[in-house]
């Protein structure tokens, strides 16, 4: 784990920022810290296409005393406009090669620790997907996908995200569990966490979901007791583009997302973009 030296400031957090709609790079072009030693949270979502990814996160970095990042589902597509083609874990590790280049700390990087107010706490940036758990009581992955496909309501992912080497993404998402249940074992068990996914963590902020055939895409009912066993001061999250907090176990799950444009003028989602985490006041 790596510290830092801040005794000021606030742990900031935002996702789904799909910096190719032009309202949004507007938007992003437009953050800033409150202080110099704010930390900013990227909860996924940047945008599809590489160069998107390495400016949005690249402008940040520069403004941001540091910036955690960890990937949405739309960095592991791969369209076919994007001059980088690569696929699955590659193109995964391609995102995480880029942000190590500018700074940016990413989910294979030691946990760094915030020392400013709230703190310490360890900010753990996670990597999980989704296994297609998220499905109605007793049906199978493969009758929950078929209801989606009759209904229309079909993540693109099915067509763009792109598991390999992995035969599905079931298979790459329990080795990621298993990967990071091992790393998050480790942290010093005097500290208390940050967790940060793109993904839910547990199935409870998908009930609301308008379309509920879409929650299989939504995480994983692995990680489901997380935030206890892995101490957990607050759990971010992105994915859904239903920015609100709610609570369990008293634990504030924050979700922070920007979403798109038509979104925010629907709901009426307009000033600031950036959630507070940390201190904890803020967060209520």
């Not at 790079?25 to 800033?32: F, G, M, P, Q, Y």
């Not at 945008?47 to 403004?63: K, M, P, S």
């Not at 493969?142 to 496909?149: D, T, V, Y």
């Not at 001061?233 to 369990?248: C, N």
Request: proline share 8%; hydrophobic share 35%; with cysteine.
């Amino acid at each position: 784990m790596s510290t830092n030296d801040a005794k000021g400031g606030s742990l900031l957090a935002i996702s789904d920022l799909h910096v190719g709609y032009p309202a949004n790079r507007e938007i992003v072009a437009d953050l800033r810290p409150t202080s110099d030693q704010d930390w900013l949270i990227v909860a996924g979502d940047v945008g599809e296409h590489v160069a998107d990814v390495t400016w949005a996160l690249g402008l940040l970095r520069e403004r941001f005393a540091r910036v955690v990042w960890t990937p949405g589902n739309h960095e592991l597509w791969t369209p076919r406009d994007d001059p980088v083609q690569l696929r699955g874990e590659q193109r995964y590790q391609h995102l995480v090669g880029l942000c190590r280049d500018l700074g940016v700390v990413t989910p294979e990087d030691p946990y760094p620790v915030w020392t400013g107010p709230g703190g310490p706490v360890v900010v753990a940036p996670l990597f999980l997907l989704y296994d297609y758990s998220f499905r109605p009581a007793g049906t199978s992955k493969q009758e929950s996908l078929a209801w989606a496909h009759r209904s229309g309501v079909v993540c693109t992912d099915e067509f763009l995200l792109h598991p390999d080497p992995y035969p599905d993404a079931d298979s790459w998402c329990a080795a990621r569990v298993r990967r990071t249940a091992r790393r998050l074992d480790a942290v010093d068990p005097a500290l208390p966490t940050v967790l940060v996914n793109h993904f839910p963590m547990t199935r409870e902020p998908t009930e609301v979901l308008r379309y509920p055939q879409f929650a299989q895409w939504c995480g994983t009912t692995r990680t489901a007791d997380w935030h206890r066993r892995y101490r957990a001061r607050a759990v971010v999250y992105g994915h859904l583009h239903i920015p609100r907090t709610t609570w369990a176990d008293d634990v504030p799950f924050v979700e922070v997302s920007l979403g798109y444009p038509r979104e925010r003028e629907m709901y009426g989602r307009h000033g600031d973009h950036l959630r507070v985490v940390l201190p904890a006041e803020e967060n209520a």
